[in-house]
């Protein structure tokens, strides 16, 4: 008795860079907007204290605690919008790679700048 044989054509699937980056894009910016949510709701707790005059003669230490929140939210925020930046960036030329590394670090150097400052 002679063999069947069936032959059966594998189709390629061909995955592109920007559609997985695009799924990263969506989380960082989902836990960005959490994380800094988060962030705002515990800073407006602690400011309504201090207003309110629960939270007293601690103002250098409420400061500084306020500036790493402002901090957290920031950099969760930065992480997100670099990452989308990022991912529109390799599809252009190398000026725009060139002016995304450029402007990339100077908003990182801007965030720390002025939550490092505020924290002092």
Do not use: D
């Not at 836990?31 to 207003?51: A, D, E, P």
């Not at 605690?65 to 950099?75: D, E, M, S, T």
């Amino acid at each position: 008795m002679a063999k069947k044989s069936t032959k059966t054509n594998a189709h390629k699937t061909t995955v592109h860079a920007t559609k997985s980056n695009y799924g990263i894009v969506k989380v960082t910016a989902f836990w960005g907007i959490i994380i800094s949510g988060f962030v705002g709701i515990v800073l407006f707790i602690i400011k309504c204290l201090v207003r309110l005059g629960i939270i007293s003669g601690a103002g250098k230490t409420v400061g500084s605690v306020i500036g790493v929140f402002n901090l957290i939210a920031n950099l969760a925020l930065f992480v997100s919008v670099f990452l989308a930046a990022y991912a529109h960036s390799k599809t252009k030329g190398k000026t725009f790679k060139i002016l995304f590394w450029i402007f990339a670090l100077f908003a990182l150097l801007a965030i720390l700048g002025f939550n490092i400052l505020e924290m002092v």
